[in-house]
Structures are given as structure tokens and as C-alpha cells.
């Protein structure tokens, strides 16, 4: 940039800093002289900003919700020093937009917060005392942004409760109220202000013309009650029309709610068919089938019952026949035992020595194949020999046979026959 004089327009301010300026100089709508390199020049904006400040929905002090749009005027001061200086240091170099948000933001919260602490008669009715608490309090925390609030005022109050409309309504009625009772009195104080000039002159002129003045004013006294009438019954009749509407609505709702009462019975209907037929398809699918199965496996259990009881009645007949057969013949064969046992006695009465003998003949081989089982038995045998006499297989023999020869010494033992001596007789 090379140097030499810098201007502005009278809507905007420059802002020098640099080298030979302890702080920025300010140039609000004029020019200054900046040296290229060592100082820097920019530019602030002092348009007047427009506003529109929405508030929907803020609860007042009564608790009742109302909107209120209001329009401000707000712009960065140039002609103060300080303002300028301030809003230099919060918004320099930011763009219009941003500087808009911020002023509006402050400017919504503080008119919610005035909204809160006011009545809605005090906002609807006295807009100029709002607008002015709205103004002052945003001006003080404005200024201190280097902002100056020019002006504000409300575009707009709404009510979306219906409280606003209610407050005319009855505000009407108060009017046309008061209108009809001044009228009244108006005229009857005129008729009453007639009705005793009318009797001062008459009583000046007639004595007689008394009467009728009386008369007169008995007629004007009675149309007036009939006014006073007719006013009432209007008003009797408008309260009537509010009454009959209020009517109107209950009947419709309850209507509604009979109309409600017979779709929920239709339902109910419905559902209880429904359950019906279930219990019906329960009945043809599950039931049925179940008690069928359960009569055929009921026969099937009383079948296999009797055939059962007959088999073990026959098997019954059949163990009896075959206990009797086999005790007979259990008897016949002990009968038969018992004649060959006596027999065998009596032949060993007869032969008493050489039956044990020949018994005992028969025992040898047994009693030799049972010492020789356990050599059977083994898988290996070591035999230790002194050198004398057999060795291995015949050893091993040769053991066995003299425990068997010792079994005719121990039979003389225990029965006292000698079966060596009775072999070498036979």
C-alpha cells in the first residue's frame, strides 16, 4: 500500500494503528494520513441495524403465555470516543451478520425478562412503558459493546390462549354495559327535569292541569321501568346465547362420547365373535381329536387289560398243571433216588469194603487232576535242583505222583480201610 491519505464515507469509521499511535486513532466519516507497512488501516461500520425481536411463548408474571415481536434500531456509536473505541475492540474485523446476532440476542433476553416481570393487561394496555424498560435496560448493556440502542417498539402482541380476546370481550361488554345505564339515567333525569318543569308551569297556569302533570310523569316513570326492562332482558338474552352456546358444546361432547361408547362396544362385540370362534376351532382341532385319541387309547388300555388278566389266568393254569406234573414227577424220581439209595446201601452193607474201594478208585484220577490244575495254571515254573535225583519235567511228575500215593494212607486215616491191602486180595 503506498502511503498518502485513507477516506471514509460518513457510514463507516476507520481504525489506524501502528507505529506512532499509543491506541487506534478513530476517523468516524473522514480521512486520515497512514505510512505503508508501519501503520494498518481498517474499516468498522456504523449502518443502523433493523431488528426484528421475536419472544413466543414467555410466561409473565400472572403465568400466562404470550408472544411479543419488537422492532429496534440499534448502530455502533461514532460520535463517542469510547464507544466507538469499545466496539472496535469486540467487532473489528467480524462481519455485519455477527455483529446483528449479538445485538439481538441481548436485545431478546432482555425483552423475556421484562416480559416476566409485567402483567399482560400492563404490556397490552401500557405498550409505551414496556417499549421504554425494554429500551433503557438494553441501551445500558448494549453501550457497553460499543452499541447504542437508537430506537424500540413493540409490532406486535400475541396470545395464543385466547387470554387477550377474552380481556376485549369483557372490556366490550363493560362499555356497552355503562353506555346503556348513562343513556337510561340520561333520559330519565331529562324526562324527570321535563316532567317537573312541565308541573311548575302547569301549576302556575292551571291548578287543575295538576292531574295531569301527575299523570304524565306516572307515564314517564313507567316507560323508563320498561327500558330499564327491555335493557335487561337484551342482556339476559346475550347471557342466555353464551349459556346455550356453553350448551351446544357439552351436548356435542357428549355426543362424541356416546358415539366412542358404541365403537368400543362394537369391539367388544367383535372380540367376544372372535373369541368364539377361536373357542369353536379350538374345540373342532384340539378338543375333539383329544377326546377321540383318549377313547381309543382307553380301549386300547381296556383291551391289552383283558388280554393281560387271560394270559396270566392261562399262565396261572398253566404253572398249576405244570407244578402238579413236576411234583409228581419230583416224587417219582426221589422215589426212584430213594429205592436206588437203598440198594447202593444195601450193596454196601453187603460190600461195604470193596464199594469204598472201588469209590475211591474212581476219586484218584479227580483228586490227581486237581493237584495238577494249578501247575496247569502257570505260565513259566523255575525248579531249583541240588543236582541229585530228577530234574524238570520228571521232577515235576514225580511230585505230583507222590501226592497222590499219599491218598491211600489218608484215606486208612480217616476210614480205617486199607486200599493196598484190599487191591492185592482182589
Not at 94 to 106: D, F, Q
Not at 148 to 177: C, F, N, P, Q, W
Not at 261 to 268: A, D, N, P, S
Not at 351 to 378: C, F, G, N, W
Request: glycine content about 4%.
Amino acid at each position: 500500500m503506498a502511503w498518502g491519505f485513507v477516506t471514509c464515507g460518513p457510514n463507516e469509521a476507520l481504525v489506524v494503528s501502528g507505529c506512532c499511535y499509543m491506541k487506534p486513532l478513530l476517523v468516524p466519516g473522514g480521512r486520515a494520513f497512514v505510512w505503508p507497512t508501519i501503520q494498518q488501516v481498517q474499516r468498522i461500520s456504523l449502518n443502523t441495524m433493523t431488528l426484528q425481536v421475536e419472544s413466543p411463548c414467555v410466561y409473565t408474571s400472572q403465568g400466562v403465555p404470550i408472544s411479543v415481536t419488537g422492532i429496534a434500531q440499534v448502530k455502533i456509536q461514532g460520535q463517542n470516543e469510547d464507544m466507538l473505541l469499545t466496539a472496535c475492540e469486540q467487532f473489528l474485523g467480524k462481519p455485519e451478520s455477527e455483529i446483528r446476532h449479538i445485538a439481538l440476542v441481548t436485545l431478546e433476553g432482555h425483552q423475556r425478562a421484562i416480559m416476566g416481570s409485567m402483567t399482560v393487561e400492563e404490556i397490552y394496555k401500557d405498550r409505551k412503558k414496556f417499549s421504554k424498560q425494554v429500551f433503557e435496560v438494553a441501551s445500558s448493556d448494549l453501550a457497553n459493546m460499543g452499541i447504542s440502542v437508537v430506537s424500540y417498539t413493540i409490532k406486535d402482541i400475541r396470545d395464543e390462549e385466547g387470554y387477550l380476546k377474552s380481556l376485549g370481550m369483557a372490556r366490550t361488554a363493560e362499555v356497552k354495559r355503562d353506555a346503556r345505564i348513562g343513556e337510561a339515567e340520561a333520559r330519565c333525569d331529562a324526562q324527570i327535569k321535563e316532567a317537573i318543569a312541565e308541573e311548575q308551569r302547569m301549576a302556575s297556569r292551571f291548578l287543575n292541569d295538576t292531574e295531569i302533570a301527575k299523570a304524565q310523569r306516572d307515564f314517564e316513570i313507567k316507560k323508563a321501568a320498561y327500558d330499564v326492562e327491555v335493557q335487561t332482558k337484551k342482556a339476559e338474552a346475550e347471557m342466555a346465547y353464551e349459556l346455550q352456546a356453553a350448551k351446544t358444546k357439552q351436548r356435542i361432547k357428549e355426543e362424541q362420547m356416546q358415539v366412542k361408547v358404541i365403537e368400543r362396544t362394537q369391539e367388544i362385540a367383535v372380540q367376544q365373535q372372535e373369541i368364539q370362534r377361536r373357542e369353536k376351532e379350538l374345540e373342532a382341532t384340539v378338543r375333539r381329536p383329544a377326546e377321540a385319541e383318549k377313547y381309543r387309547l382307553e380301549k386300547i388300555a381296556e383291551a391289552n387289560k383283558m388280554r393281560i388278566v387271560m394270559e396270566a389266568e392261562a399262565e396261572a393254569e398253566s404253572i398249576k398243571i405244570r407244578g402238579e406234573a413236576e411234583a409228581f414227577a419230583i416224587a417219582t424220581k426221589a422215589k426212584a433216588e430213594a429205592e436206588q439209595m437203598a440198594q447202593k446201601a444195601e450193596a454196601w452193607r453187603e460190600y461195604r469194603e470193596a464199594a469204598m474201594v472201588e469209590m475211591l478208585l474212581d476219586t484218584l484220577p479227580k483228586v490227581a487232576a486237581e493237584v495238577a490244575a494249578p501247575l496247569s495254571q502257570a505260565k513259566k515254573i523255575t525248579m531249583v535242583s541240588s543236582g541229585q535225583g530228577e530234574i524238570g519235567a520228571a521232577k515235576l511228575t514225580g511230585e505230583v505222583l507222590q501226592i497222590v500215593n499219599k491218598v491211600p494212607e489218608l484215606v486208612k486215616n480217616i476210614t480205617g480201610v486199607d486200599i493196598a491191602r484190599s487191591v492185592h486180595a482182589a
